[in-house]
């Protein structure tokens, strides 16, 4: 007898629909999430920072005070559940699979969550299908996998599980959910302070909303708006024991439980310029923020708006949800409106990332999602398709609509690969290893190029640096003043970021600032220039810059916490998870009711016809154009259509350094090969632009010649980071099949006369005599503090500016690194230290001098605060690289008008490696040979070997209008001792030159043990 | 209170050992002398226990401190510690400046001290005293020398001072076509060659343009080649910091 289990007593969907679609959800969410994460999140934003916190409960649990990250500051500035609970689990798994567990876990608790929450609107089927829903929606797959945002998901978990018991506890008035509700709300408040604020009026009131309206009889809710708002208040008046007694324990709870960060946000105000979010932009003016912040994480929101506007406002019930749902919407659209700046005002506008506001309107729709769905799939929905459009019909539109939509997933789930948000993977163990070697700890590095990759450095270990990617507890007026995420990625703030940057570099020492690890050599230019020198590329790729002569960290007194808060912090958030727990075990076992949802009204399963066909209809539309966009983008655009959009590309793809598709633009020709293009690329590169800089903005101007052919005028900014370039270039163009190709110009190669080019280097290694015992070496592998010597220091006053300019001489027989600074002495016993810039080289070959210039404040400050005295500090340090300067060089200083001079310099390479920036240091000196100004000139191409190039640079002088100030006389110290100017000489070049020097002083990339 | 029936005058860790007269039998005994604490043994007598080193090595002599503890009360004992033996002994020549330089001085401070294997100081043979200190007037020839011959760490050094002059010529190499201009040899008053490394710079010009050419020094010597265009004539000087060596002329012809 054949058997088969296709009966209708073996169904597996008989009964508990409900449960068995939730273990459906949480199964699906351990399987697909649960196998991902450890993948995507080192590409997210948050992620390592929660680890890096999660570390610091590791280390230090009852000590707030973290020192690693912005010289100093306290973790009570963020609710610390989170972090303490991975801390936990890091006890036993490494940091990134705490992490990743506990992500899973709580993302398990959030189906639940969402399971329960969808139970007050609707029946357990629906919301099964909502539970499924929520493994898959995009919003809280971007949370999760894009952001890392764990503290926001923990609290949304939590949140909606406490929804239910609230509802339940206003219904029935039973002092038991009371109980479960706060302890939910703990966790909430522990995890994620925003959140819980937030959730108060988006979640929590339309929670009470719906819960004293299901408490009306039926004629209440037949009754009109005004009618029904009477009633409404009359019986919320009846539960106003309830709902006070309420709200007092939950401001009590949320107060008590984090109040050290109550007391540190009261206490320490966060005044900082704010920074820029892509979530408050306007997303028609900025579509990639609009694609990230709006359209990923509510296409499907907007593909069911009509069915989710039908159902959230058709019940009384709902005006609650129907109205955070909708505030939700328009907040989260950030700057495309002026309405959240004016509903926010204009100081939380700044403040907030207004993307989650986007995503909590996403979680309010899951449940009228859900019952769309399943009426779509499995209800009256689906009847009227197939009635009236035959079965076939209905199985392709669902079929289409799943499977475009779940690629859209798969996009999200990679779009950290599409789109890349950070750079690649850094092997963190080398520079573990570099820190840990001969005491590199006792100062601070920076990283540059890491991306949020410094976090996860900074977990691997107890170094401190002077960045951090926790804006909110910044304190350093460098970084507070000006609108900059992290020093790190400070290229992508622009001229401000790099600013910032640049002040770090060149006070160094005030940081005790001494190891920069770069992953991005855009920064190269101006880490040479400031005076940083590369000692020693890491296996991983990471290049080490060092700066001479940094004092070691001085012990920092950290800011005072009571110890009795120390240990609240310490015990009650953890407390909170632990005694959540309990309680829903305590509750599960003897609390809870059976079908304990009875006071949940019935809602009608059917939707109008316009929304019938608007929401099946609009996902296969979107899903589906959005796909076809992204496929469109991928292979299909035109980019030769015309010629600017041709130029344009290929400037895209030059700067992306895609080589291949760059030469696709020229028009194909036997003479001119792929490996043409390489070459002529390979000799013609190297220099500022384009090697060291992005390009920022192009312009292209067309002068048209005849129908197929084409002139066009480009016009580049470029950003490097020793500032702005601009350039000029016209390239010819002709219309071949459709398109528009670039003629490739005629190289001019020039050729050096010799065959093999011969320098004599005389280079140097210091050698430490480092005695192996268990004290710190302290004499013996001291090299000695080298002589030098100030040929001469001067105080300039040009209008509002004021500097010191002079020149410093390496007296000694080795390479020295000299640090210089000012110390001025105000007459209100203040001081203030000041150090050079650009205008110096730090590096000197024994008897080799540098001009200098270090800039102070303005005339307005110094002559407000009045200069009691001035000091000029030179200390020397034994050096081994950064003494050559570059190749030889001839100029010429002609006038021009208003005081301008010409310089025109060539130029010649005669070294071995090529010269990536040839530069030169400029000083205007006066007939008696006193120097006034100083400048650094760059020319924006390489030089290679033999070869020799020639650039033009315009100098205003000033000494027609400057002052020299010889009243205030500028002491000289040279390694902490008092010393004398030497006399100043005529320098007759200068004079003969319209009082023009120059030294050269050039960046050489390549051959780091030269520089 | 344990009573010490035995107390010495110096304690020897290498033989000595404490008897103290005391009832009960949880007793704990520790050492600290001034700069590190001493593992010590407890055995119980009939009348109390004795205390003596775990380790019978050397230490660095000075006070210190025994303490008996038992149950919640501390005792305190000084005691003065010294070695039996004073083990191998070493000679110590500190120098100072490490670095002298002839421009300025060659005058150079000699410390000379006495320490045994524990790093306790003995007194000097010659001398009566733990240090002595000697004015020394180096010699001028640079180099680097050894305040002891067997000890690299007490190396110092005598660095070459400034050139005093810089002698220039200039020859044209017809097969380079360029000039080889060679600054040297360059010595300082005392006749050493000066450092290698010193950068010497060319300074040149035609009738229009200014050109400055760096070089440094190797074996007293820093040569420049100067490719001239069009059978020009230039002047040219060479100069390290304030010194300046003659004007030479240089033409192909």
């Known amino acids: 007898m054949r058997t088969t289990l296709d009966k209708p007593s073996y169904g597996i969907w008989d009964d508990y629909y409900g449960k068995k679609l939730l273990l459906v959800a949480l199964s699906l969410a351990l399987v697909t999430h649960g196998t991902i994460i450890y993948y995507t999140l080192p590409k997210t934003y948050d992620a390592f920072v929660h680890i890096f916190f999660a570390d610091h409960y590791s280390r230090f649990w009852f000590e707030p005070w973290e020192y690693r990250w912005y010289t100093g500051f306290l973790t009570t500035s963020y609710p610390p559940m989170v972090h303490q609970v991975i801390a936990l689990i890091g006890k036993i798994f490494p940091l990134k699979v705490a992490f990743c567990i506990y992500a899973i876990f709580i993302l398990e608790i959030l189906v639940i969550g969402i399971y329960r929450f969808t139970k007050l609107f609707f029946d357990k089927t629906t919301a099964g299908v909502a539970a499924i829903l929520t493994v898959v929606l995009s919003s809280i797959i971007e949370t999760l996998h894009v952001y890392g945002q764990m503290p926001t998901l923990t609290g949304l978990a939590f949140l909606l599980n406490a929804l239910p018991f609230l509802y339940q506890y206003l219904v029935k008035r039973k002092l038991g959910y009371l109980v479960m509700t706060l302890a939910f709300l703990s966790v909430t408040v522990s995890a994620h302070h925003v959140t819980a604020i937030f959730g108060m009026v988006f979640f929590i009131a339309p929670t009470i909303f719906m819960a004293v309206t299901d408490g009306l009889s039926k004629t209440d809710l037949s009754k009109k708006i005004t009618g029904f708002a009477l009633a409404f208040i009359r019986a919320a008046l009846k539960r106003h024991k309830e709902i006070l007694l309420f709200g007092f324990l939950m401001i009590a709870l949320a107060i008590g439980l984090i109040f050290p960060y109550w007391y540190w946000s009261k206490t320490d105000p966060i005044t900082q310029v704010s920074i820029p979010h892509g979530s408050r932009d306007n997303f028609f003016e900025k579509p990639s923020s609009g694609l990230i912040f709006f359209v990923i994480p509510l296409t499907l929101i907007f593909a069911l708006l009509p069915a989710i506007t039908h159902t959230i406002t058709r019940k009384k019930r709902f005006i609650g949800w129907a109205v955070s749902f909708f505030i939700c919407l328009l907040l989260g659209s950030g700057g495309t409106t002026p309405f959240p700046k004016k509903m926010l005002g204009e100081n939380a506008f700044n403040i907030l990332t207004l993307d989650r506001f986007g995503f909590w309107a996403s979680i309010i729709a899951i449940p009228f999602m859900a019952k769309f769905i399943y009426s779509f799939i499995a209800g009256p929905v689906k009847d009227f398709w197939e009635k009236n459009f035959r079965p076939k019909t209905h199985f392709i539109l669902s079929t289409i609509t799943g499977f475009s939509y779940l690629l859209f997933i798969v996009f999200i789930f990679h779009l950290g690969s599409f789109r890349p948000l950070q750079p690649k993977e850094i092997d963190i163990q080398p520079l573990l290893n570099f820190l840990n070697r001969d005491e590199h700890m006792r100062w601070r590095y920076l990283t540059l190029g890491f991306g949020d990759q410094m976090a996860w450095l900074s977990a691997n270990s107890l170094a401190a640096t002077v960045d951090g990617n926790y804006h909110s507890a910044r304190r350093l007026p460098e970084l507070t003043t000006r609108p900059v995420e992290r020093l790190e990625n400070a290229k992508f703030s622009g001229e401000k970021g790099l600013a910032s940057l640049t002040d770090f570099l060149t006070n160094a020492e005030k940081y005790n600032l001494k190891y920069v690890f770069s992953n991005d050599r855009y920064y190269d230019p101006l880490l040479y220039y400031s005076g940083w020198n590369r000692t020693i590329r890491l296996e991983n790729g990471i290049m080490v810059w060092e700066k001479g002569n940094i004092s070691t960290i001085a012990p920092i007194q950290p800011t005072q916490v009571h110890p009795l808060l120390k240990k609240l912090w310490g015990i009650f958030p953890v407390g909170s998870l632990c005694i959540a727990f309990i309680l829903t075990i305590f509750y599960l076992r003897r609390y809870k009711e059976k079908d304990y949802f009875d006071s949940v009204p019935e809602t009608n399963q059917y939707y109008p016809l316009p929304v019938i066909y608007a929401s099946s209809l609009l996902p296969i539309l979107f899903f589906s154009g959005f796909m076809f966009k992204q496929v469109y983008e991928l292979l299909l655009v035109k980019e030769q259509k015309d010629p600017s959009t041709a130029v344009l590309n290929y400037y895209n793809h030059l700067d992306f350094q895609r080589f291949e598709s760059a030469f696709r633009f020229f028009k194909p020709t036997p003479t001119y090969p792929l490996d043409q293009f390489l070459l002529e690329k390979s000799v013609s590169d190297g220099g500022l632009l384009p090697s060291f800089a992005k390009l920022d903005s192009i312009a292209v101007e067309k002068t048209t010649i005849s129908k197929d052919t084409v002139f066009a005028a480009v016009y580049t900014r470029w950003r490097t980071s020793l500032g702005r370039r601009e350039k000029r270039e016209i390239i010819p163009l002709v219309k071949q099949d459709k398109k528009w190709y670039i003629i490739p110009q005629p190289f001019k190669l020039e050729i050096p006369d010799e065959q093999m080019l011969h320098y004599t280097y005389t280079l140097f290694k210091r050698q430490g005599k480092r005695v192996i015992s268990s004290f710190p070496t302290v004499k013996d592998d001291r090299v000695k503090k080298p002589f030098a010597s100030f040929k001469q220091a001067n105080f300039i006053r040009d209008k509002n500016r004021n500097f010191i300019t002079g020149e410093i001489l390496n007296a000694d027989d080795v390479p020295v690194n000299i640090a210089l600074s000012v110390l001025v002495q105000f007459g209100n016993n203040t001081v203030k230290k000041y150090y050079p810039g650009t205008a110096f080289k730090y590096n000197l070959s024994p008897k080799a001098s540098s001009f200098f210039q270090i800039e102070l404040d303005s005339t307005e400050v110094l002559d407000s605060l009045q200069i009691k005295s001035v000091s000029l500090y030179a200390d020397t340090d034994v050096s081994e690289k950064g003494y050559l300067s570059g190749g030889s060089l001839a100029y010429t200083a002609t006038p021009g008008a208003n005081h301008k001079i010409n310089i025109r310099t060539s130029l010649h390479n005669e070294l071995t490696t090529e010269i990536n920036i040839p530069g030169i240091l400029v000083a205007e000196k006066d007939k008696d040979g006193f120097i006034w100004q100083t400048q650094l000139l760059l020319h924006t191409t390489a030089v290679r070997s033999g070869l020799s190039t020639h650039f033009e640079q315009p100098l205003q002088k000033i000494q027609h209008r400057a002052k020299r100030l010889e009243q205030i006389p500028i002491t000289l110290f040279i390694n902490g001792q008092l010393r004398q100017q030497l006399p100043v000489n005529k320098d007759e070049l200068a004079t003969r030159n319209n009082g023009i020097a120059v030294m050269s002083h050039c960046f050489m990339s390549q051959e780091i043990y030269l520089q | ?253």
């Open chain 2, 1 to 253: 209170m344990p009573v010490l029936s035995n107390k010495p005058g110096w304690f020897h860790i290498q033989s000595d050992s404490l008897a103290f007269i005391a009832s009960g039998k949880k007793w704990e005994v520790a050492l600290l002398s001034f700069t590190q604490p001493i593992p010590m043994q407890l055995v119980y007598t009939k009348n109390g226990f004795i205390v003596f080193p775990k380790y019978r090595s050397g230490i660095i002599e000075g006070n210190a401190e025994l303490v008996l503890t038992h149950r919640n009360q501390s005792f305190y004992y000084a005691l003065a510690l010294k070695n039996k033996k004073a083990g191998l002994i070493y000679e110590r020549d500190y120098r100072s400046p490490k670095t002298v330089n002839p421009d300025s001085s060659l005058q150079q401070q000699s410390i000379v001290h006495r320490y045994d294997q524990w790093r306790n100081l003995h007194q000097l043979q010659s001398h009566s005293g733990y240090f002595t200190e000697s004015p020394i007037q180096l010699p001028a020839t640079s180099g680097v020398y050894r305040a002891q011959e067997l000890n690299a760490v007490s190396a110092y050094y005598v660095q070459a001072g400034s050139a005093l002059s810089i002698p220039i010529k200039a020859i044209y190499d017809r097969k380079e076509k360029a000039f080889i201009v060679v600054a040297g040899p360059l010595k300082d008053r005392h006749n050493n060659l000066v450092a290698n490394g010193t950068l010497v710079k060319f300074e040149y010009s035609d009738d229009r343009h200014f050109f400055l050419k760096e070089a440094t020094v190797l074996n007293g010597f820093a040569t420049t080649s100067i490719q001239p265009e069009n059978n020009k004539k230039y002047q040219l000087k060479a100069s390290i910091h304030q010194t300046f060596s003659n004007t030479i002329e240089l033409h192909p012809q």
